[in-house]
């Protein structure tokens, strides 16, 4: 093989590593590059920081500042460093699901720890890749929120086909829009609508019966009634 033949099908091979690498984990490289400035020592594991991964991600301030006033930043990252432990998924709103009815509505009015329940229930208790999630099938799953006897704060796990996964909370169904991180111990997916549980906002009222008497429409823009419990 001459010179310049070498020389292409080394360019060829780096290449294929570097678009492999880019390929593999965009998001990975992506939160752990301020790490990567400093050098650490080799045996040192990778600090995943998922709140980084979201201000990265340029779209999810919102949720960002919900997990810094509830603290949950911290209390979830401890659970992400335990590289021993079950990890940890978080579902993260995108700044645009948090303008949408009803969360816009039901969300002006919660109190602190309320919040600090609204964004348990934005993660599970376990390490889940996309890959996992797409197994859900109608699966009825505890959140970080559910009390230790499992009871309450619920979402409902579909994969629907074409890339769809559907998480069903009691007054919304959110999609995943895409992976803003994936690591060993936790992983972030954005979700386009806030999830919602019955047990801070109770139940959304039943649809208006087709039949309904030919009254006028509601035309205010209020918040949809919650049933007493
Ligand atoms: C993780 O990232 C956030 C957001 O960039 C930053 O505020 C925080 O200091 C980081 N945590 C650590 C321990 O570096
Ligand atoms: C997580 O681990 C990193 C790196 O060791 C550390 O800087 C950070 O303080 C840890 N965060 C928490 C909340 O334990
Ligand atoms: C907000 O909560 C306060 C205290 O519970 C209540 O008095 C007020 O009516 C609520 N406002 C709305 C818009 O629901
Ligand atoms: C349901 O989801 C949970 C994650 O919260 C997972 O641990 C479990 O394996 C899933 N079950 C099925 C049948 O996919
Ligand atoms: C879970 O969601 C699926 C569709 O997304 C629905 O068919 C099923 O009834 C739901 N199950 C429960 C228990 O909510």
Wanted: no cysteine; net charge negative; hydrophobic share 40%.
């Amino acid at each position: 093989m001459d010179r310049f033949s070498f020389f292409k099908l080394s360019m060829f091979l780096a290449l294929a590593i570097v678009s492999r690498q880019a390929g593999a984990a965009p998001k990975a490289s992506l939160a752990t590059f301020s790490e990567a400035a400093a050098p650490a020592p080799a045996s040192e594991p990778l600090f995943e920081n998922f709140t980084q991964s979201l201000v990265y991600g340029g779209e999810y301030s919102t949720f960002i500042q919900l997990l810094v006033d509830t603290k949950l930043d911290v209390t979830l990252q401890t659970i992400a460093n335990d590289t021993e432990g079950p990890g940890l998924t978080i579902f993260a709103p995108t700044d645009a699901a948090f303008e949408l009815k009803p969360a816009s509505s039901l969300l002006q009015n919660i109190t602190e720890s309320q919040k600090t329940t609204l964004i348990e229930y934005h993660a599970l208790s376990k390490y889940q890749a996309f890959k996992d999630l797409q197994n859900s099938k109608n699966n009825v799953t505890s959140t970080y929120a559910t009390d230790q006897n499992g009871g309450g704060y619920k979402l409902n796990l579909t994969f629907t086909g074409h890339g769809r996964l559907e998480i069903k909370s009691d007054w919304t169904t959110a999609l995943i829009s895409t992976t803003v991180y994936t690591g060993n111990s936790v992983s972030v997916f954005a979700i386009d609508q806030v999830l919602l549980p019955r047990e801070i906002f109770g139940l959304p009222a039943p649809p208006p019966s087709p039949k309904a008497p030919a009254s006028p429409p509601p035309t205010s823009s209020s918040p949809p009634k919650i049933p007493e419990t």
